[in-house]
């Protein structure tokens, strides 16, 4: 069965894209979630009209994203906790405290979004990544001090 994707589906097809599922699968799960429609003479012809309005919605949300980008590389967290005399530090910096600071100062991003393999356990200087658009990824950098 011909369908047109209305949502990005994962292991399917992004929104607006024509594909052959199986009958089954377009019955019973992508039309009653209303993931997808049947790709009949009059919706093919709506399909312009959807791309169009993608298209012009994946710009403004790499437009905000770029927006947040440069209000993150103006930023720069310092994080004042106790460490050892060997520069280690007794707890450790995660991505929680990332999202907490960057929400202080009016920026919204998911924890997953924060590109931290794992948490900061020594002192120093870094930069930690922040991925707020398929493309668009920010640096922060952050300073960690001895108390």
Do not use: C, W
């Amino acid at each position: 069965m011909k369908i047109i994707l209305m949502e990005d589906v994962p292991a399917l097809g992004r929104r607006g894209e024509v594909r052959e599922v199986a009958t089954g699968y377009a019955r019973n799960f992508l039309l009653p979630k209303k993931l997808a429609v049947e790709a009949t003479d009059a919706n093919l012809r709506n399909l312009e009209q959807i791309k169009r309005q993608r298209v012009r919605e994946e710009t403004k949300a790499r437009e905000d994203a770029q927006a947040a980008a440069a209000r993150i590389a103006a930023l720069s967290m310092t994080v004042t906790t106790r460490a050892s005399e060997d520069g280690r530090l007794y707890g450790s910096v995660s991505a929680q405290e990332v999202v907490s600071f960057l929400e202080r100062n009016g920026i919204s991003v998911e924890k997953r979004r924060v590109l931290l393999e794992e948490p900061i356990k020594a002192l120093g200087d870094y930069q930690v990544g922040v991925r707020l658009h398929g493309d668009v990824t920010a640096s922060l950098p952050v300073s960690v001090v001895r108390e």
